[in-house]
């Protein structure tokens, strides 16, 4: 639609401005009808009510708004913003319309009067889109991070609790068994005490395993290179694969989020490589360069397709891959079947760098 006699003439410059704008701007009367709008405006609305703007029918519009946000409600036509005196028109705020390719989109409107002498008004919107998705993966993030903060703070409490109330209860009922030994020679009863004990012995190994598995407690006390040596000693006891790690950290120490952040995804890598890769060893590298820490696993067994997830670690993956990027790092993995698998992880640290070296 032209400019309407009723707007007046523009300047080539507001002319282009209008044609060319990406927001959508409309001209209405104080009767609500429609005077100019712009092509912007134009691919918004429907073909039924772009005909009716057409023909200057009254609240054409209102075919395809479907209300604004107000102080109380998230959609409401109550005190519709066509029907506020000029007194209280809004300058800012949120519409949503039912588009012509798009379905409902939300807009930023403004609505205001221009020509107070003939009472024309301009509508003016731009698409929310991109913002709220924006403020979607901000808020996402935001609650994933505090998500797996909590779930470390209770992996160490768990921790905690494990080895200094269930381990130290198991280790007192272990040592009255073992005296009680001594004050009976009924076979028997030895025989059986040497086998609670045999049972209550295993079980204090398991529950301190687990308290180390929810979370070492070497971690927080001496940093990532003492707690990732103590984890590679357990899998070597534990499972017979080899783990040759080089690193460069020495006492160097970083922020909470970031050592924890390092230490999971390289536990999970290595846990992959244990139950998939089917080998005997499996190279840890840990450095720290400019201003990044850096994490590389990698084996050389079975491997897997590119563009495909290991069997039963997609997972794995994925959780490795969201927590390097909530740390603001990059995750990488590189795989070819019969050429091993090589995870990285790069974070970004910088001023996240720590003075504390454990003495």
Known sequence: MSAHPEIGPMSPLMTKLFENSKEAIFFFDNSGRALAMNPAAEEIVSDDVLMKLYQGEEKALCGTCR???????????LDCYFQMPVSEEQSSFQVYLETKNKGV?????????????????????????????VQEKLYQSKMMRHVIEAQENERKRLSRELHDSVAQELMSAVVDLRVLKYMTEDETVLKKVRQTEASMTRLLDDIRNLSVDLRPAALDDFGLEAAFRSHFKRIEQSYGLVVEFESDLARRRYHSEIETVIYRICQEAVLNALKYAQVDTVLVRLFDRDDTLGLDVEDFGEGFEKGASPIGTGLGLYGMKERAELAGGAFRVESQPGQGTRVEVRVPIGHARTKEEIR
Do not use: E, I, K
Request: aromatic letters at 10%.
């Open 67 to 77: 209300g604004y946000t107000s102080d109380t409600d998230q959609l409401t036509c």
């Open 105 to 133: 989109v939300p807009f930023s409107g403004s609505f205001h009067t221009v020509d107070p002498d003939n009472g024309t008004r301009v509508f003016m919107l731009r698409d929310l889109t991109p913002q709220l998705r």
